[in-house]
């Protein structure tokens, strides 16, 4: 989406759901590399704030503790005018600057597993949100 440089993708989107009258309740950003989830950041303050960092006991048998204040990215950030909830997907970074706009940043030097514990983590997380009503 370009949040390199000018970040025209994520405006640009947030301009279309604006004049489609599209209603957007979050907005995820996994900007910060593939590797085993750690957790996410919430834009968000007060009650609403408490409620997503209770979701935390569900995630702490699988090591997913992070639910901090704080979240989202550039490619998002512009839904915020349209109220969306802004998360940022937390990985483990230890390793993000092997991979992070190298001749190693291409799939086949991605761990699938790292991958799927993410996307369920996300996924997870989504369903979460909706089955709440947060």
């Keep these: 989406m370009n949040e390199e440089m000018t970040s025209t993708g994520g405006k640009t989107y947030a301009e279309e759901a604006k004049r489609k009258g599209e209603v957007h309740y979050?907005?995820?950003?996994?900007?910060?590399?593939?590797?085993?989830?750690?957790?996410?950041?919430?834009?968000?303050?007060?009650?609403?704030?408490?409620?997503?960092?209770?979701?935390?006991?569900?995630f702490a048998p699988y090591d997913i503790r992070d639910f901090d204040k704080g979240g989202g990215g550039s490619d998002i950030s512009p839904l915020k005018s349209l109220g969306a909830l802004q998360i940022g997907y937390i990985p483990d970074s230890q390793n993000y600057f092997w991979f992070h706009h190298s001749a190693?940043?291409?799939?086949?030097?991605?761990?699938?597993?790292?991958?799927?514990?993410?996307?369920?983590?996300?996924?997870?997380?989504?369903?979460?949100?909706?089955?709440?009503?947060?």
Aim: charged share 25%; no cysteine; aromatic share 8%.
């Design 26 to 58: 979050a907005a995820l950003e996994s900007d910060r590399g593939v590797m085993s989830p750690r957790g996410f950041g919430f834009e968000a303050d007060g009650p609403k704030l408490e409620k997503l960092q209770s979701l935390a006991s569900w």
């Design 104 to 134: 190693n940043d291409t799939f086949e030097h991605i761990n699938i597993r790292e991958l799927q514990m993410g996307s369920a983590a996300i996924a997870s997380l989504i369903y979460l949100i909706d089955l709440l009503d947060i």
